[in-house]
DNA sequence: TTGTAAGCGTTATCAT
DNA sequence: ATGATAACGCTTACAA
């Protein structure tokens, strides 16, 4: 690999002259800047980004934070923050939490020592105070599907009590006053305001929230399947039942299939997300649309905004879901 | 941050040693190495990752290429390798391809430039050459997902031709003989060896094949639902449908159900991949499993063993496809 | 406009 | 066993 020396060298000007064509610097002569160019060419110089990056304390990379590497929701998310990057020219460097408290920070650190020029967050298992100390730190961060009062600026986040609301609500306009609900695991933030919403609904409709109706599942697939194998052995009567997302709803349909319960005659149902195989599932889920790639491509627009100073963008930190009706739901009402 | 500067005076040493107890090199005092030590835990050190990198010229980094950072089979893939570089404390840096040439070079020189210490690459726009050329370069490459023969120990693949040969097969035993096939892109050397497997078992079985029966889709939900469309618009008799990925099959399905045809009753159907959602579809979908992060694996510890040099670590490049029975097969024999 | 030289924070080669 | 000191490849005052 060429150097900057080398490249100083054969164009015949100092090293100075060549890191300031390379940074495209005013005040360089037309001709040093061909002269350097075409050494540049020549030697087929790229340069070290490390060095750069030593001597600046930039990267031109943004560090992204997800929980997990696989699954439709960081799927979408990754690829939305990537696309608004690249289109930018910056890179991404992406690393995984695994909702690990430790491996979350391990993260942090690790990506604040590649000299992350910002953060994006999806963390789960660190606490808000770490998360409000980090961000007075020198290394910008932007938190998504997560809301921090003392850093709302910096979070990008979902309206959750309004979805679940959502869902419950248009189950209740149905005519349906026995749902069941599978919710997310206690300790989940997104989770708690979910069934926060569907409980809303049903006070609204004056419809009591019934404790044996509630079953807590974990965002899996399983958890949707063994909820619903819940509800039947108890014999608690239901006709429908909300889903705190669209893999516990996938899990339910199956679930309810080993059942021999129909989908939507025998009972109605609905997801939360609207990921990519709703569509596919039978009968295809109504759900809740959670505007993902948005968001991420929000949080990224941020820090382009923020820290490369494009001030031409425009931020918004909330988003709001919407209800989309598919065929698992049917109306209740005699 | 602190410095190794700081560290050093705090604790009256010169930075070679504080640089020797970094890297736990022998032939320093237990004393130093205490007074090392201390100043580090009392100055909160944390050694810069870049300068070392700048010095050294590794960085304990492995560098990741994947075709998306969506979808199921990239999100195994990544979860796999992931995993498996965290167990040895090894990070990942991970960017995106998306199949284009241009891009994925510049992901290539990304990852190169960032001092990874080797690559793991899933492309599929580069040419053979350009990858073997890579090779000869002085970070060390290994693809996934491909075979290239010049460089055959650093390739992890599929035998793809047995997968496409493997579902047909089973079809044709059920009695099948009217077969659909739905193929992935003709520039991709996956989709061209599952289809060369289909045909194998064709010719095995004396059956003739029939181009009219063959769409060419993308490998995506879509094309799979354009694929019986096609088959039907165009009544051509089939009895059963062999798709070359899942995602495709799941779009048939959908399809299928547009067109009132009933699966596994009217038409039987096969995928490939095995991905999460086949066991969520209805009928559940009888597949080729593609062992993803087992390889995804496999291709890490390549790295631990001639990288990092855990010479324990037993390799195995070529990964074999297996039948997975569900429901959306039925025998057609009279 | 251009060049000199001092960093950036490590590692690694020599001496001692 | 320890300490100077020269790399590593680039940026950036400061001078000229």
Chains 1, 2 share one sequence.
């Not at 460097?93 to 695994?98: R, S």
């Not at 809303?200 to 929230?209: D, G, V």
């Not at 599942?217 to 399983?222: H, S, V």
């Not at 039942?241 to 299939?257: L, P, Q, T, V």
Request: proline residues 3%; negative net charge.
């Amino acid at each position: 690999m060429a150097t900057i020396y080398e490249v100083s060298a054969l164009a015949g000007v100092s090293l100075a002259s060549v890191s300031r064509v390379m940074n495209n610097h005013e005040h360089v002569s037309e001709k040093t800047k061909l002269k350097v160019l075409a050494a540049m060419e020549t030697l087929n110089y790229r340069p070290n980004a490390i060095a750069r990056s030593l001597a600046t304390s930039r990267s031109d990379c943004i560090g992204i934070l997800v929980s997990e590497l696989h699954g439709p929701f960081y799927g979408d998310m990754l690829t939305g923050i990537e696309s608004e990057l690249r289109a930018a020219s910056k890179h991404a460097i992406i690393a995984a939490g695994h909702s690990d408290e430790h491996t979350e920070k391990d993260g942090i650190d690790f990506l604040i020592d590649r000299n992350c020029d910002a953060l994006i967050l999806l963390v789960d298992a660190v606490s808000d105070e770490y998360l409000i100390e980090l961000s007075k730190g020198s290394t910008p961060i932007v938190v998504v599907n997560r809301f921090i009062p003392e850093i709302a600026e910096n979070c990008f986040y979902l309206d959750n009590v309004l979805g679940g609301y959502l869902a419950t609500n248009y189950l209740i306009n149905q005519g349906h006053k026995q749902i069941a609900y599978i919710s997310g695991p206690e300790n989940k933030q997104d989770s708690n305001d979910r069934i926060e919403g569907h409980k809303k609904a049903l006070a609204e409709a004056n419809i009591s929230f019934n404790k044996s109706l509630c079953f807590e599942g974990d965002f899996l697939t399983t958890s949707g399947q063994a909820g619903i194998h819940h509800f039947i052995e108890k014999k608690v009567p239901f006709t429908a039942i909300a889903c705190a997302n669209d893999e516990m709803a996938s899990g339910a349909i199956k679930g309810a299939r080993e059942h021999q319960l129909s989908i939507p005659n025998d009972c109605s149902i609905i997801g939360f997300d609207n990921i990519f195989i709703t569509e596919y599932l039978f009968p295809q889920l109504s759900t809740i649309d959670y505007p993902i790639t948005e968001m991420a491509k929000m949080s990224a627009r941020w820090i382009l905004k923020n820290v490369y100073k494009n001030k031409s963008l425009t931020i918004n930190n909330l988003f709001l879901p919407s209800l989309i009706l598919r065929e698992s739901i049917l109306s209740n009402i005699k």
